[in-house]
């Protein structure tokens, strides 16, 4: 089996408060990975472990080691060899809980990193931003009003830039943070259809509270209690069990 993240004992603190304890877990290349666990057992941290955004809060302190496959080779993303923060939050792209479009119109939403981060020509930006649009259903929906206040939109449609704005970028792998957690039912709905068709295509790794929704995404649960490491188990081996009971039973 391949891996998009090897985790060896891995511990993060804040303020000498620990979130996640020595937790060593290898998580799979292929499909959706969960993490699961009650609130406070530590599932965001070891999100955020993937891409060093912990380190961007006060009292961070952490230990351990974390390789992400980065463009083809496992790399420690804390070591010397990693490459610049920019370029590793590039690779490890996140989309987050609450959608965080720039105060912008779209299309400087989808343009500016593209610019920035990438250095991309107008050009080659918009055809960018076109194909990343309408590989979250959005192209349709936001053609003709793309000078227009991206917060102007709905809470789904914003979340969807946020998505399309992260592909953008052309990541190696993507991390969420519970993406529907702020969303309707029916928007809900829209983003698990996306990320199901992204499956095949990256590497996917969510932090989720819904246990309906991790069993229809997930390939692999992750689950945590008390910031340390509980068990790992594969769809497979969940729906041997009694797949309506079986995660409850686990948190």
Same mark, same amino acid.
């Given at each position: 089996m391949q891996y998009c993240a090897e985790l060896l004992n891995l511990s993060v603190s804040f303020h000498k408060r620990t979130a996640i304890e020595?937790? +060593?877990?290898?998580?799979?290349?292929?499909?959706?990975?969960? &993490? $699961? #666990?009650? !609130?406070?057992?530590?599932? %965001? +941290? *070891?999100?955020? !472990?993937?891409?060093? $955004?912990?380190? %961007?809060?006060?009292?961070?302190?952490? +230990? #351990? !080691?974390?390789?992400?496959?980065?463009?083809?080779?496992?790399?420690?993303?804390?070591? +010397?060899?990693?490459?610049?923060?920019?370029? &590793?939050?590039?690779?490890?792209?996140?989309?987050?809980?609450? =959608?965080? =479009? *720039? =105060?912008?119109?779209?299309?400087?939403?989808?343009? &500016? =990193? $593209?610019? $920035?981060?990438?250095?991309?020509?107008?050009?080659?930006?918009?055809?960018?931003?076109?194909?990343? *649009?309408? !590989?979250?259903? &959005?192209?349709s929906e936001v053609a003709d009003r793309l000078d227009q206040q991206a917060t102007r939109f709905s809470g789904g449609q914003q979340q969807r830039l946020c998505l399309a704005r992260t592909l953008a970028l052309k990541p190696d792998m993507l991390l969420f943070d519970e993406p529907t957690a702020s969303l309707d039912k029916k928007s809900s709905e829209l983003i698990e259809e996306y990320l199901l068709s992204l499956k095949g295509k990256y590497p996917m790794i969510i932090v989720s509270h819904n246990l309906t929704q991790a069993r229809r995404l997930g390939s692999c649960f992750i689950v945590l209690k008390e910031g340390r490491l509980s068990r790992v188990i594969s769809s497979m081996e969940l729906f041997e069990k009694d797949p309506d009971n079986a995660l409850e039973l686990m948190l």
């Open positions: 020595n937790i +060593t877990v290898d998580i799979p290349a292929d499909g959706i990975t969960v &993490l $699961l #666990g009650r !609130s406070g057992s530590g599932k %965001t +941290t *070891l999100l955020r !472990s993937l891409n060093r $955004l912990n380190e %961007t809060f006060e009292g961070y302190e952490g +230990t #351990g !080691s974390v390789k992400m496959n980065i463009d083809g080779k496992s790399t420690d993303i804390y070591s +010397t060899e990693a490459p610049p923060i920019t370029e &590793l939050r590039r690779r490890i792209g996140m989309v987050f809980q609450t =959608p965080n =479009p *720039l =105060p912008m119109s779209i299309r400087r939403n989808m343009q &500016l =990193p $593209l610019q $920035l981060v990438l250095g991309l020509e107008k050009k080659e930006a918009e055809a960018r931003m076109e194909e990343a *649009l309408r !590989s979250v259903g &959005l192209w």
